[in-house]
């Protein structure tokens, strides 16, 4: 069970978060949800279509994106934030961002999960913060950052290294007092189409650590470029693989289309 700003939730039943993206650049959506309307809007859907996160994401993390200054992060995200808060204040926000300014600022504004692609890596105040803060936190697998991880995709063992990496992270976030953590074994950072498919076949191994699983292989590269398509026709690709992690542990899938993954989950949970 995870507290998430007072409610308490059982990830053994897979959950579904929707990304909302609020980048001009990002791979799939970036751009249509820049204004106060739209994001409303799409809120809304996912919500009704059965989300039981928000993920919002100001600073673009596709591959080779370039990182925005922090305050042009904090002027995409703030107001939105303050008003979805206000019109929606039974939803679960989470903030996807890897500066602990924006963490705490986030938190404040009533987010109930901070996810970080860097696992504090790229802001050495960020654990440090997040224990302060109390707040669940989700830490990812990467080498680099979004503008190099293309090139640092070597490895002696890839399962060995990840649970490697994670061991260390985990052991530092629960000397900083954070005791809720989700991992996110990074599906397309620091890793090639293969490597990425190697990693999907070994996820249940990833139990050993004993925390709940985050995976976010929605409309990705592993996905649209074995099918030789674009990310705008790989839903049905997308909702093959949420099958195929779901039977292998996966607790909260981070997706584009929430109805799709939903359904997705009902079905898994009848083969259960």
Do not use: W
């Amino acid at each position: 069970m995870i507290n998430f700003n007072g409610k308490l939730m059982d990830l053994s039943s897979p959950k579904v978060m929707g990304i909302l993206n609020l980048t001009p650049d990002s791979f799939f959506d970036g751009g249509k949800f820049l204004d106060e309307k739209a994001c409303l809007q799409q809120v809304e859907k996912m919500l009704l279509d059965g989300a039981d996160f928000i993920d919002l994401g100001a600073c673009s993390s596709r591959p080779n994106a370039e990182l925005i200054s922090e305050s042009e992060e904090l002027n995409r995200l703030l107001p939105i934030l303050e008003q979805l808060v206000l019109h929606f204040p039974e939803a679960l926000f989470s903030v996807d961002t890897f500066r602990s300014r924006v963490a705490e600022e986030s938190v404040h504004r009533g987010v109930a999960l901070i996810n970080d692609i860097s696992a504090g890596f790229l802001d050495e105040n960020m654990l440090p913060t997040i224990g302060k803060l109390n707040v669940p936190y989700c830490m990812m697998h990467m080498k680099g950052t979004p503008e190099t991880m293309k090139d640092l995709n070597q490895y002696q063992n890839l399962l060995k290294d990840i649970l490697f990496y994670f061991s260390e992270r985990i052991n530092l976030a629960r000397q900083y007092g954070i005791n809720d953590i989700i991992v996110d074994p990074g599906f397309g950072f620091a890793k090639s189409i293969t490597q990425n498919f190697e990693l999907l076949r070994s996820l249940e191994a990833l139990k050993i650590m004993n925390l709940s699983i985050l995976i976010g292989v929605s409309r990705k590269s592993m996905i649209y470029k074995t099918l030789q398509t674009d990310p705008e026709y790989a839903l049905n690709g997308t909702t093959a693989l949420h099958m195929v992690t779901l039977q292998n542990g996966a607790n909260i899938l981070r997706v584009h289309d929430v109805k799709e993954a939903v359904e997705c989950v009902q079905l898994f949970q009848m083969i259960k």
